[in-house]
């Protein structure tokens, strides 16, 4: 039999196998080879025939779409970058490094920009103007709902989790989406003194809508690495970049120092917002110092 990994605590494994969901644990080979079983797993699995209760053993995981190694999960279909303009302010490069590194890792990225009730609407615009031509977008005031119903079409019959800075209200939108009351999950406020969020999840779970999504909940999901990648690679990790980078003289341009440049007549006439090309300066740079 098959199913889906939809929760893991302390060596027990919650398979859903379309209509329930059955406890268990994993083969002894796959211990004995350290495989890890990461949530979103397809796993073949047998009931075990000697456990009254109806556990499962599992016997091998099916190939991944694509994994994360922190937290553990994998078969993600889209990650949902969520970030504020206010407590917390956005911290652009970190939000560009988590887009980029689901470029990087296959998964569609889209954005959601949170408590909207308390920014500069003419800020929001703006923000909303620079990845709405890249991404799929959505504005959302996580304390009145507003802007869910936007969300729920993006993320509609996927595979997804939330990701972003803590405090952004990652938990209070994951309960706008949740259509069960008894799966409500625990949120927490923002620190009067550091101005950050407080981390409410505390391990991974999947939910699954009305719809047919698979919401993702998971804990600290605050960035991601972007592993063994060239300097000349980070270009490619920015979809309006490729996009430009096209109409450079140069099939090898960098967009900094190079002469006749797509990427930087895009940026000159605005057709390249300057806080994304920034970005990618700054994750150039890195990788330089990775490699050395």
């Known amino acids: 039999m098959t199913g889906r ?4 605590i302390g060596g027990f494994y919650f398979v859903h196998d379309g209509d329930n969901v059955v406890m268990g644990k994993a083969r002894g080979k796959l211990k004995r080879n350290k495989e890890l079983i990461y949530v979103g797993d397809i796993v073949d699995y047998d009931i075990d025939a000697n456990d009254s209760d109806g556990e499962c053993v599992i016997n091998s995981v099916i190939e991944r779409k694509n994994y994360l190694s922190r937290p553990p999960v994998s078969n993600l279909d889209m990650l949902v970058v ?64 507003d ?9 509609s019959g996927k595979n997804v989790a939330l990701a ?18 008894d799966l409500k999950v625990e949120t927490g406020d923002v620190s009067d003194k550091t101005r950050r969020g407080r981390h409410t999840t505390r391990h991974v779970e999947i939910f699954t809508l009305s719809d047919g999504t698979k919401l993702y909940d998971t804990p600290g ?42 990427v930087k007549e895009a940026l000159e006439k605005g057709e390249l917002s300057e806080s994304r090309y920034n970005s990618y300066v700054l994750m150039t740079e890195e990788a330089k110092k990775w490699l050395k």
């Open 164 to 181: 972003g800075p803590s405090g952004v209200g990652k938990s209070t939108i994951t309960n706008h989406l949740l259509d069960d009351e």
């Open 147 to 155: 802007g869910i119903e936007d969300l729920t079409k993006i993320i």
């Open 221 to 262: 999901f605050t960035s991601l690495e972007l592993t063994e990648t060239e300097p000349s690679e980070i270009g490619g990790l920015f979809k309006e970049i490729r996009e430009f980078a096209e109409a450079c003289r140069y099939s090898d341009c960098m967009h900094i120092n190079e002469p006749e440049c797509g």
């Open 5 to 8: 990994v939809v929760k893991g």
């Open 82 to 145: 969520v970030f504020s303009l206010v407590h917390p302010e956005v911290n652009y490069p970190v939000i560009d490094k988590l887009i980029a590194a689901c470029e990087q890792k296959g998964i569609e990225p889209a954005v959601c920009i949170s408590k909207v009730d308390l920014a500069d609407k003419e800020e929001i615009r703006m923000v909303q103007e620079i990845y709405s031509r890249i991404y799929p977008t959505a504005c959302v005031n996580a304390l009145t709902g």
